[in-house]
């Protein structure tokens, strides 16, 4: 039963650690499968997490299967566990106008 308590203090302190990065949610639109290629290849390249939402569906953004299986016909919440801004620029392609 010791174990179980440190795995479980563990899994807190690691979340913990994850939540410290600045969150930023942009509304992305990936309208065609080469598309979700393109923007899996260019979140693949950053080191921080990237999820991709519609409802109470989220996959992890730098899947590619994760990526097709959601309605590619509809924007897409995009959130983003990384501190380096510099994502911000290579996905504005991607990025949903006025919203």
């Not at 410290?20 to 949610?25: A, G, P």
């Amino acid at each position: 039963m010791n174990n179980r308590w440190k795995i479980v203090e563990y899994y807190i302190y690691t979340r913990t650690k994850q939540e410290d990065f600045v969150l930023k949610q942009v509304e992305v639109l990936i309208d065609a499968p080469e598309k979700a290629k393109k923007l899996c290849h260019i979140l693949s390249g950053h080191k921080g997490a990237f999820d991709l939402a519609k409802g109470r569906y989220i996959v992890d953004g730098k899947s590619i299967i994760g990526v097709c299986t959601m309605d590619l016909s509809k924007p897409l919440t995009l959130t983003i566990h990384e501190e380096d801004d510099t994502v911000m620029e290579e996905i504005r392609e991607f990025v949903v106008k006025g919203r």
